[in-house]
């Protein structure tokens, strides 16, 4: 699948089939993620790997529209460890891990899976919870999560262009 074809095409996914995803496609969806741009190529995220059935049912119990991280037969978060970061661009981080979990979500919707952006940060309550059911470190900020699994039913591409939203030379 070519990338414009997996950016026009691209849905969330929230239910997925029993099927387990590969350590190999794992990787690539990781490796997808690790070529995202960043600012000054800082590259401030890492990932933990969620497969856990235990965990992943804690941690989807903590916000009511994360319910489909219980069934889904894989999560990555996404965190950012500022480590080593330029202290001028920590503002970054946020937008710099958004853009690795779209890489991510695109990189999954070509191979075949269907994959959900669930929003962490800012939330700190929520965070602390998911910081301690993983053993995280307090220098670790947890960013996001992607479900992810193979698709229950397929999905047929958005179909919206809202042209009032686009502007030209002037608001």
């Not at 981080?93 to 853009?99: E, I, M, P, V």
């Not at 998911?130 to 960013?143: C, G, K, Q, T």
């Amino acid at each position: 699948m070519d990338a414009l074809k997996a950016i026009m095409e691209r849905r969330s996914c929230r239910v997925y089939r029993n099927r387990p995803v590969s350590e190999e496609t794992i990787e690539t969806l990781l490796k997808a993620g690790m070529v995202a741009p960043s600012a000054m190529n800082s590259q401030p995220w890492e990932f933990l790997v969620m497969q856990d059935p235990g965990k992943k049912a804690a941690v989807s119990e903590l916000v009511t529209y994360w319910s489909m991280l219980k069934k889904a037969p894989l999560g990555i978060l996404i965190m950012a460890n500022l480590n080593g970061y330029r202290a001028s661009h920590t503002e970054f981080f946020a937008q710099d891990c958004a853009l690795c979990a779209g890489n991510i979500l695109l990189a999954a919707h070509a191979m075949g899976l269907g994959g959900v952006y669930l929003g962490l940060y800012p939330k700190q309550d929520v965070m602390k919870k998911v910081r301690a059911i993983y053993d995280i470190p307090e220098h670790i900020i947890p960013f996001a999560i992607l479900s992810i699994g193979y698709p229950e039913r397929p999905m047929p591409p958005h179909n919206t262009f809202p042209q009032h939203k686009v502007h030209r030379d002037v608001y």
